[in-house]
């Protein structure tokens, strides 16, 4: 079978790293890029040898050629390139956060379903190699049932120098980076069916929230924590790695920094290290999200030449997307909110 053609829509900061990740990817190939500045759209068409390039969406989807589409834009015009990949029956992955709102969340899966062509959500944070080391000590059985949790990434990093727009947005952390956070726990817990949340702003030069906190009841009566800061000053800043604590039944499990798992069990008791690998193109200290970029690409390669659902779904990302809608109804309430609400 020859390679899968795909074609990128929006080569702004983070899409540098989607382009090294689909030169990584076995059986993809990138050959066409869409970008409405033309500045952007030749320093990526250049660096990474391609010719097709468009300043219009409509224009690339007429000229077509290509199997599936990446799409790496800003929230707001999620919707309108997701409902164009599907009229036009093109496969599409979409960045996070999924949709503007739950509206139009349900509205791009309805019309991905539709048109039936796969919609995956860009949820990478869940494929980064430490969270999946976590995921297969709980799947094995080496603390037993878990019935505690917490999904931690507290952190003082400027984010703002490389993303200013993050500081302009009503919604922040719980928007770009809460939502991760919010996906690991079902990742590793399962859905949850209420959320408890309170937020602050503690840096006064942004519009959002930069620091959140989040209590999860799980379906099977687990109880889980999601703490998010960029308001932490550390000793030794540990962006951008998540930190995790589960208690199980049989034992412990604790993520610390650094990447060193330790799993405390019936068996006794075992320390490693679980680091993310350094690609040829990554650097320090992104390079626990860039292996994740490359990892998740892969995956909906493997899933769409397989002909299976991927695992970050659109149907399964509303689920995600739904944990962030209620955090900040709870937030705004001040009270619980039920899941079902929003789903």
């Given at each position: 079978m020859s390679d899968l053609k795909g074609a990128l829509i929006g080569c702004g900061f983070f899409a540098v790293n989607q382009m090294h990740g689909w030169q990584d990817a076995r059986g993809a190939d990138i050959v066409a890029i869409c970008d409405r500045d033309p500045g952007r759209l030749k320093a990526v068409g250049d660096a990474f040898g391609i010719a097709r390039r468009y300043a219009s969406a409509d224009d690339l989807f007429a000229d077509g050629g290509f199997d599936f589409v990446d799409i790496a834009t800003t929230v707001p015009s999620h919707r309108p390139l997701v409902e164009l990949a599907a009229r036009n029956r093109i496969p599409v992955i979409c960045q996070k956060p999924f949709a503007a709102s739950m509206a139009d969340a349900k509205a791009m899966v309805a019309a991905c379903d539709a048109a039936g062509v796969p919609l995956m959500i860009h949820e990478n944070f869940r494929w980064q190699t430490p969270i999946q080391a976590a995921r297969a000590v709980i799947d094995r059985g080496d603390i037993g049932t878990p019935f505690w949790g917490r999904v931690s990434f507290r952190s003082g990093f400027d984010v703002f120098s490389g993303q200013p727009y993050l500081a302009k947005g009503k919604r922040f952390i719980i928007e770009d980076l809460g939502i991760h956070s919010l996906d690991i726990a079902r990742f590793l817990f399962g859905d949850a069916t209420a959320i408890t949340a309170r937020t602050s702003r503690v840096n006064p030069a942004i519009a959002g929230e930069d620091v959140a906190t989040m209590l999860l009841a799980h379906a099977d009566g687990m109880t889980s924590i999601v703490d998010c800061s960029y308001a932490t000053k550390l000793p030794v800043e540990p962006f951008p790695e998540t930190l995790l604590e589960v208690d199980g039944t049989?034992?412990?499990?604790?993520?610390?920094?650094?990447?060193?798992?330790?799993?405390?069990?019936?068996?006794?008791?075992?320390?490693?290290?679980?680091?993310?690998?350094?690609?040829?193109?990554?650097?320090?200290?992104?390079?626990?999200?860039?292996?994740?970029?490359?990892?998740?690409?892969?995956?909906?390669?493997?899933?769409?030449?397989?002909?299976?659902?991927?695992?970050?779904?659109?149907?399964?990302?509303?689920?995600?997307?739904?944990?962030?809608?209620?955090?900040?109804?709870?937030?705004?309430?001040?009270?619980?909110?039920?899941?079902?609400?929003?789903?």
């Open positions: 049989l034992g412990t499990l604790r993520l610390g920094k650094d990447y060193r798992l330790t799993v405390h069990g019936p068996s006794g008791t075992t320390v490693s290290d679980v680091p993310p690998t350094l690609l040829p193109w990554a650097s320090r200290p992104w390079h626990n999200i860039q292996e994740s970029v490359a990892a998740i690409q892969q995956h909906w390669v493997n899933a769409l030449s397989s002909n299976r659902p991927p695992d970050t779904s659109g149907h399964d990302n509303l689920k995600t997307f739904a944990l962030v809608e209620a955090a900040y109804a709870s937030a705004e309430r001040g009270q619980t909110v039920e899941l079902q609400e929003f789903l």
